[in-house]
């Protein structure tokens, strides 16, 4: 990336414009006590220098095989998805809000929302939404706000990292959180006075959650569910059992799994709540020659169009991403993406069975897909940790982190990706401690 670097002409032009004598003074407001005095930097190398100083310290990477899950997933990405969205028109893609200059775009996203509908069954779809966790409080939001209730029951199920987040929107709006606890890894629904019912399905624990449950009591509530997109190709349509609200992260849909990111939260819903949706909503429409025109429409909610009065602060653009989505799933199509879940599936339960055979406790008591949880003695988890990530494996993730319900449990998945020699060498380190 070229890099030009101002002369001290230009910052001295820069610091008279804004009206300030130093640059230091930027920081004014900033408790004296709490800055940083001595910047104590070596001397700076050269590019050449530099570059190999930064490949010594890549070289200490190792790359490991993630036999783990929690919410992203190291999914097969077939070589096209990146190859198609790193065209170079479309890797500035920001905001289209200049509909006659932005069509490819525009109609990029209108097929990411029109494919989101379809595999969530819902009517209408959205882009923009940041990741699984925040898709999710937006959805809480849109709830209360329709509802005028200031109460939310959320099942235990859902992912703790998405409930720890969901906790942060709702303390910042008073909102009130109601705790639905699991009983033998399923939700105990139970009738409360709330704007909606959220759950996750499957739940974090990978088991397949109480749907009929979840209907029976949602009554006049909202129900908001949580899906893994591509196990929801094998799954009921979340309409079909009471919901109003699906959402999700849609990392698995061709997006690498990095150090944790970019993620694509994805949001669908029924059509009389579309004008509540936040986000961008790209619409189909005809121009004067009554040619196919996408324009982004429905924007009146977001801050940059109504600021104070806004639905949602959401403002940056996932359109990069969610292109990747797109084409992952124009490349897959429903057949494919149900051969990738159950590719997931067989290898979830060949790993089970292997695991039992050795010994290891297996929390199998409910139906699960491509997640599930283990039962380790405490003593173990160390050194079998540390044992996995020699022989070349993501350490497990550990639930006694998240709550001490669950110390001793560990978390395991498989996705499609994943071989037989792979899970049988990921079996052979467990039968050494065993």
Known sequence: MPYTPHTQKDIEKMLKTIGIDQVSDLFAQIPEEVRLQKWDFPKGLGESGTRRFIN???????????????????????????????KAEFVTAYTPYQAEASQGMLQAIFEFQSMIAELTGMDVANASLYDGATALCEAMLMAVAEKKNRQIAVSLGVNPLYREVLKT??????????????????????EVDVAAYIMQQPNFLGYLDDTDGFNRVKGKAFGIVSIQPILGSVLRKPQEYGADIVCGEGQPLGIPISSGGPLLGFMATKKSLMRKMPGRIVGLTSDKENNDAFVLTLQAREQHIRREKASSNI????????????????????????????????????????????????????????????????EKIPLLKAKLLDAGFTPPIDLGCYSTEYTGYLLLCTTEKRTVAEIDDFVAVWEGIW
Not at 174 to 187: A, E, F, W
Not at 362 to 371: A, K, N, R, S
């Open 315 to 378: 403002c940056t653009n996932q359109a990069l991403n969610a292109l990747a989505a797109t084409i992952y799933l124009s490349l897959l199509g429903p057949m494919g993406l149900r051969e990738v879940a159950t590719g997931a599936i067989n290898n979830a339960h060949y790993l089970v069975d292997k695991l039992k055979a050795i010994g290891v406790e297996v929390c199998d008591e409910q139906p699960f897909l491509m997640e599930f949880p283990v039962k380790v003695p405490v």
């Open 56 to 86: 010594k310290i890549a070289r200490n990477n190792k790359e490991l095989i993630p036999m783990i899950g929690f919410g992203i997933y190291d999914h097969e990405i077939p070589s096209a998805v990146w190859a198609l969205a790193g």
């Open 169 to 190: 929107y709702a303390k910042a709006v008073d909102i009130k959180i109601i705790d639905i606890p699991l009983v033998n890894g399923k939700t105990a629904w139970q």
